[in-house]
């Protein structure tokens, strides 16, 4: 296939990064060719601005990405937002009900450029730390209501069932909730999604009619896979992405983009 026909969107924690958040050098060159070739060639991911700004730069990364598990699709290059969704006002509330039923889960509320944490635990100190990042502790009603694109719930994955349990039976109404990794679970705005954030994407104009290639590992990318032209899942992804997928390459500590390039190349 001519690279200059296809869009390649890929999560980047458990999927381009390997498990020391680190792009292997294979897959660096392979993305180059690629773009070389005229292919475009853009991330899908839960983190914000802050969190995902080093692996855009490192990359080099010109195509808009889909950013907040697909409440906001940016344009790092000009440092702009394009399109995003923000968190319904019954969120807060949802917040109270799960602090009051489990008084030492961790919380962040993520801005645009701006992560606060409202609720503290060790979870979240580690979180902050891998990250780099110093958030802005706050209370709950000292956030501000403009801006929120997404709320993380950050809890020992030996914990996280309870929860998720728990938001399914009482916070269901005006929000979606992913599992974004073992120990993540995140408040999305209602109908937000990866997969809704690449429909965005490919609204803009040098994007329409691409064939789109996604790739990813856990839940919330499983959606985005299934409505791909070309849906991928690495060998390290969870048996429920491996249905949504047609492809099923290596896994993220082996070069992943390295073979889905050459299978691209291929058709």
Partial sequence: MDFKNVLIVTDLDGTLLDDDKNIAEDDIRAINEFRAG?????????????????I?????????????????????KADRMIWH??????????????????????VEILHEKEVFVTDNNQTVVEHMAFEKLIPTYRKLEDVPD?????????????????VIDYTLEHCKEGVNWVHSSPMY???????ISKASGVRKLTELPYLKDKFV???GDFGNDRA??????????????LDSVKEAADLIVRDNNHSPMREIIEYIRKM
């Fill in 213 to 215: 290639v996604a790739a």
């Fill in 85 to 106: 969704s923000d968190m319904p006002v019954i969120a807060n509330a949802y917040i109270r009900m799960l602090e009051k039923e489990f008084p030492d889960i961790g």
């Fill in 38 to 54: 005229g292919g475009l060639f853009a991330a899908a991911t839960g983190r914000g601005v802050a969190m995902a700004k080093r």
């Fill in 56 to 76: 855009i730069d490192e990359l080099d990364i010109v195509t808009p990405c889909v950013i907040f598990n697909g409440a906001a699709v940016y344009d790092f």
């Fill in 224 to 237: 985005m896979i299934a409505e791909a032209d070309l849906g991928v899942a690495v060998g390290n992804a």
């Fill in 185 to 191: 679970y995140e408040m999305l705005p209602e109908g």
């Fill in 146 to 162: 403009e801006g929120r694109f997404k709320v993380l719930i950050a809890y020992p994955p030996e914990k996280m069932g309870a």
